[in-house]
T-cell receptor, first 112, second 112 residues
Framework: GDSVTQMEGPVTLSEEAFLTINCTYT??????LFWYVQYPGEGLQLLLK?????DKGSNKGFEATYRKETTSFHLEKGSVQVSDSAVYFC???????????FGSGTRLSIRP | NAGVTQTPKFQVLKTGQSMTLQCAQD?????MSWYRQDPGMGLRLIHY???????DQGEVPNGYNVSRSTTEDFPLRLLSAAPSQTSVYFC???????????FGPGTRLTVL
């Protein structure tokens, strides 16, 4: 069945460091890929998405590119801020279904 | 737009008690779902619905019931609470086939 694997956390970085959170997926066909973010004490919210191969999703300085050949959707940001501290979830969904499959989440902490 | 609302925000139950967690959305989304999130873990799907009158089981349905009498509301009922049901519960909704889910703020449930 479909699945999402993302790097284990926690990830701790200093402010202004470069961020990469790895995400790979296993799926039939051509799913849509997502990154969700969960700030402390809140529900998840969509950060960015890509719906086809080679698409780049971007939002709030974060980017991720849908790589069909490596089945990956790694999250990157050039310069992180303390306010980026949160849990990040990679996810996939097929257009023929509404269920979304989440990875296990990666906790990110940014030191001032 | 209120988005997805959940009540209550916090609840403490004794083992064996029953209760209903409320979820409502005002976006006319067909798809609604319930997840639980345990400490340090990802999301697990409990039940979902693709429209009024239609519900189905997710990954961890035992001990929970749902109903969907209207498009807007999707309550989750705990039949006989157990300590293993201590968790944070999230409700989410989306249009069918998009995978782009909107989450409520969560209900933190403790079962003693």
């Amino acid at each position: 069945g479909d699945s999402v694997t993302q790097m284990e956390g926690p990830v701790t970085l200093s402010e202004e460091a470069f961020l990469t959170i790895n995400c790979t997926y296993t799926a039939t066909g051509y799913p849509s890929l997502f990154w969700y973010v969960q700030y402390p004490g809140e529900g998840l919210q969509l950060l960015l998405k890509a719906t086809k191969a080679d698409d780049k999703g971007s939002n709030k300085g974060f980017e991720a590119t849908y790589r069909k050949e490596t089945t990956s959707f790694h999250l990157e940001k050039g310069s992180v801020q303390v306010s980026d501290s949160a849990v990040y979830f990679c996810a996939l969904s097929h257009s023929s279904a509404s269920k979304i499959i989440f990875g296990s989440g990666t906790r990110l902490s940014i030191r001032p | 737009n209120a988005g997805v609302t959940q009540t209550p925000k916090f609840q403490v139950l004794k083992t064996g008690q029953s209760m209903t967690l409320q979820c409502a959305q005002d976006m006319n989304h067909e798809y609604m779902s319930w997840y639980r999130q345990d400490p340090g873990m990802g999301l697990r799907l409990i039940h979902y619905s693709v429209g009024a009158g239609i519900t189905d089981q997710g990954e961890v349905p035992n001990g929970y019931n749902v109903s969907r009498s209207t498009t807007e509301d999707f309550p989750l009922r705990l039949l006989s609470a157990a300590p293993s049901q201590t968790s944070v519960y999230f409700c989410a909704s989306s249009y069918l086939g998009t995978g782009e889910q909107f989450f409520g703020p969560g209900t933190r449930l403790t079962v003693l």
